[in-house]
T-cell receptor, first 110, second 113 residues
Framework: GENVEQHPSTLSVQEGDSAVIKCTYS??????FPWYKQELGKGPQLIID?????GEKKDQRIAVTLNKTAKHFSLHITETQPEDSAVYFC?????????FGKGTTLSVSS | DTEVTQTPKHLVMGMTNKKSLKCEQH?????MYWYKQKAKKPPELMFV???????INESVPSRFSPECPNSSLLNLHLHALQPEDSALYLCASSQVEFTDTQYFGPGTRLTVL
């Protein structure tokens, strides 16, 4: 079955720096890769997703890249702000399930 | 509107109680999900309803009983829970199963005493 690995587990950056979180997946049939942001006490919120027919997608300060050959995808946040501090989860579908990575706790200090 | 609502926000129950969690969406989505999330862990899938029929039960103990009364509502009935069932219970919905965007509710924080 699908296995999703996410790194790093924690990431601390200064405000204005960039942050990169990487995920690898095992099921070559997977074709949809969402990223979720979860703030304390809240449910996960979709921030960006990518489908396997594109290599990169951007939305303002957030971008996701996908390398299907290597089976990995990454979240890039530029010009980080304190409100970007949260736990970020990548995910990939595996048959009838959506498998989440273990999460990355991002801390942005001002 | 991409809102999924869940009630109650917090729930404390004893091991002999019966309670229910409720979830509602008005986006016309035909797939709805229950996830369980323990602290500092990712969400774990419990149940999936597709077109109001249970399509996936991820080997969840029978003390958790899902119900989908109509296409907008999803309930999770709880009975004889254990302290280790304390967690954040998340509801999500999507247009179709899985390969479509899932929208999550804020969750119900459950504590079993």
């Amino acid at each position: 079955g699908e296995n999703v690995e996410q790194h790093p587990s924690t990431l601390s950056v200064q405000e204005g720096d960039s942050a990169v979180i990487k995920c690898t997946y095992s099921d070559s049939a997977s074709n949809y890769f969402p990223w979720y942001k979860q703030e304390l006490g809240k449910g996960p919120q979709l921030i960006i997703d990518i489908r396997s027919n594109v290599g990169e997608k951007k939305d303002q300060r957030i971008a996701v890249t996908l390398n299907k050959t290597a089976k990995h995808f990454s979240l890039h946040i530029t010009e980080t702000q304190p409100e970007d501090s949260a736990v970020y989860f990548c995910a990939a579908p595996a048959g009838t399930a959506l498998i989440f990575g273990k999460g990355t706790t991002l801390s942005v200090s001002s | 509107d991409t809102e999924v609502t869940q009630t109650p926000k917090h729930l404390v129950m004893g091991m002999t109680n019966k309670k229910s969690l409720k979830c509602e969406q008005h986006m016309g989505h035909r797939a709805m999900y229950w996830y369980k999330q323990k602290a500092k862990k990712p969400p774990e899938l419990m149940f999936v309803y597709s077109y109001e029929k249970l399509s996936i039960n991820e080997s969840v103990p029978s003390r958790f009983s899902p119900e989908c009364p109509n296409s907008s509502l999803l309930n999770l009935h709880l009975h004889a829970l254990q302290p280790e069932d304390s967690a954040l219970y998340l509801c999500a919905s999507s247009q179709v199963e899985f390969t479509d965007t899932q929208y999550f509710g804020p969750g119900t924080r459950l504590t079993v005493l």
